[in-house]
């Protein structure tokens, strides 16, 4: 087999296995500087190493996105085992654009710590790969425990870099968001347990399949179980009243940390829409739509609350894990309202969203790091070094988290609620989604005035210098990147309406992943567990 036809093979599975083999490689290696020259040397192979794998990383998402763009899925079935029985990952057009947007965050993230940041604690780019690992994982595997599996992951990963660079703030979180997790896990364990005894299958397409035919009593222990599925997916995605977390967690965390965590909501997100828009979706007999009644309501509630919260933070960047929570709800609630066009009118505005909070975050660094003993609090301090070049980011970065045209926010906005057409909650997401983009709009600007132009004129001048080319660099390219969401605005959409449609056709994946067995729903048969036997004489 030649080198190329080896790649292609197992191209799927390559987001996973680089970064597994990276962190191990650094694991090896060590990456903690300390103040010898040997470790100085270490920590600078580490940081060529991870970054090299992260850039590998983002041509292979970059290249699955093409391809899935054709409409061609991928199915990799690990050990050659068949669907339903063995490992298999897929990638469609929905786990190719998480890939590829992940990567888009990790790159400048990494570079961005590569400044600095990877050096106030240990096996930090180590940790870093792991959590991509598990990201990736999350985005392509085609079965609910492997999702687990892979939850675990980059969860074990976030808990150690959460504390990176310690402090007691960081600590008191940390075993918060620790506890809060574990029980969010042992629920996914319950949620998955009883899906499969009813079910006889943990395997996506499979379940797409036989969730129809259970009925009766049978589908009410089903939709239980989905619902616990919608508990630990809200919890991750920081649904309210499940999101009360997030803004205490992210706003403690390192910038490079929260930046890349900006990414780790949308795995909830995507498991929503995976399992309850597909497996649970419109075609799911007695099960079918089981959450419509709850996630609309629910999301609009936290883009709400999110926004309060903004306009209340302060701190910056307490103000951009809010706005957080305020993006997950309007992409939720775009969700929720059970349509291609809304699906693809989510993704856009996920992928911009995404982009630009990790750079808030990432800004929110820069502008505390020039305001002295202020720091990142919303009160006048001395000016800042950079006015007029960290001004513009987060103006740029304001406009368009509130929705202003010409740039994504406001295309992704107008999307949805075009989506929401003839819809019983339509006056109710209008209202809620043109009223957080404004106060969310009022909350960056009164940061903004605070931070550049309400400076104390009876404090020091600035002694901070600008921030160095490399943090800029990779401030701004997050910021750019949502941009370009604008200037290619056309082709992406097509993409988000490409994958929309292809989440709701449900026979084809089954029959890519599942083969033959796949192909007329009429061959699949409702599980039943065998009733237990005795032995004679007992």
Known sequence: MSLTSLFETHLAVLPVLIPALTAMLLLLVGDHGGSSAHGHRRLKWARRIALASTALGLLLA??????????????????????????????????????????????????????????????????????LMGLAG??????????????????????????????????????????????????????????????????????????????????????????????????????????????????????????????????????????HGVVFGADAGDSALMVQPWLLPLALTTSAVGVIGAMAAQTLPRLVAWLTVASVGTVLAAIGLFSAAAWSAALYYMANSTLVIAGLFLLSELVAA??????????????????????????????????????????????????????????????????VGFFSLVALARAGSILFWHVRSDGPESAASGASPRLLAATLSLLLASVALSVFAAPFHRYTDDAAAQLGDRQAYARAVLGAQGSATDTVKPYRAAPPTREPGR
């Open 62 to 131: 970059a290249r699955l996105a093409l391809e899935a763009g054709s409409g061609e899925l991928r199915v990799y079935r690990m050990g050659d085992w068949p669907a339903p029985y063995g490992i298999v990952l897929v990638v469609d057009r929905l786990s190719a654009l998480m890939l590829l947007l992940t990567s888009l965050v990790a790159l400048p993230t990494l570079w961005y710590a590569s400044g600095g940041w990877d050096a106030h604690g240990r096996y930090f780019h180590a940790l870093f790969q792991f959590q």
């Open 138 to 275: 999350a985005f392509v595997t085609g079965d609910l425990f492997n999702l687990f599996v892979f939850f675990e992951v980059l969860l074990i990963a976030s808990y150690v870099l959460l504390v990176h660079g310690q402090g007691r703030e960081r600590f008191r979180v940390g075993v918060q968001y620790v506890v809060l997790n574990l029980a969010a896990s042992a629920l996914f364990l319950i949620g998955v347990a009883l899906i499969y005894a009813l079910t006889g299958t943990l395997n996506l397409a499979d379940l797409a399949l036989r969730v129809p035919l259970v009925t009766g009593p049978d589908a009410a222990v089903l939709q239980a179980a989905g619902l616990l599925l919608l508990v630990v997916f809200g919890f991750k995605a920081a649904l309210m009243p499940l999101a009360m977390w997030l803004p205490a967690t992210y706003a403690a965390a390192a910038a490079p940390v929260a930046a890349l965590f900006a990414i780790m909501t949308k795995v909830g997100v995507y498991s929503i829409l995976r399992v």
């Open 370 to 435: 020039q305001r002295g003993d202020t720091a990142d609090r919303l009160e006048p301090a001395s000016p800042v070094a950079q006015p007029l070049l960290l001004g513009l980011m987060l103006l740029l970065a304001a406009a368009s988290t509130a929705g202003l045209p010409p740039l994504p926010g406001f295309l992704g906005k107008l999307m949805i609620l075009q989506a929401s057409a003839d819809h019983a909650w339509q006056a109710a997401l209008w209202t809620v989604v043109l009223m």
